[in-house]
């Protein structure tokens, strides 16, 4: 199965790929998408273009377990891209914690002897691909990698 993981920030979104055959997961790309209408546009381009059946999400709950406010804007940004997803073929969207993937991000730019502009430029797709990385072990059945959040948008 073919996936698109999505990282929603504030002013940039970032997208990575994989698949559940070989579980190799990649960066795509960030988009600049300020407003909650330009994220929704930049994803189902994303979703045209690689035509995934599956869409990750990262969602961003609080240390403790809890959903903040920022989780109430990417659960909105979740409902709006199923409503405008076309009906045929189907394409699930599912939420995967995220916590910890930016840090995870950052720590494997940190390695990488890039300027600070580039690593900026790539952070947020990285970070997309630790959120599709922990998706992909929780179905494999690795009990290390956070749970995946079992509802649906």
């Known amino acids: ?13 970032g997208f990575a790929s994989g698949d559940d055959v070989v579980g190799i997961v990649q960066p795509l790309e960030v988009a600049q998408a300020p407003t909650p ?9 994303m979703i045209d273009e690689y035509g995934p059946q599956c869409v990750v999400v990262g969602l ?25 997803l076309p009906k045929l073929p189907r394409i699930a969207l599912v939420f ?16 990488t ?6 690593k900026k430029a790539l952070r947020d797709a990285l970070a997309a691909c630790a959120i599709l990385e ?3 072990r929780v179905l494999r059945g690795d009990a290390s ?3 995946p959040a079992e509802d649906d948008a």
Do not use: K
């Open 145 to 147: 990698s956070n749970e």
């Open 1 to 13: 199965m073919r996936y698109l993981c999505i990282d929603l920030g504030d002013r940039r979104t």
């Open 96 to 111: 995967q914690d995220e916590r910890l993937s930016s840090f995870d991000a950052e720590h494997r730019l940190n390695r």
């Open 134 to 136: 922990d998706y992909l």
């Open 37 to 45: 209408e330009a994220q929704v546009v930049a994803a189902l381009a």
């Open 113 to 118: 002897g890039r300027t600070h502009g580039e």
């Open 60 to 84: 961003p709950y609080n240390m403790d377990g809890t959903e903040g406010p920022r989780a109430l804007l990417v659960r909105e940004f979740a409902a709006e891209l199923t409503r405008r």
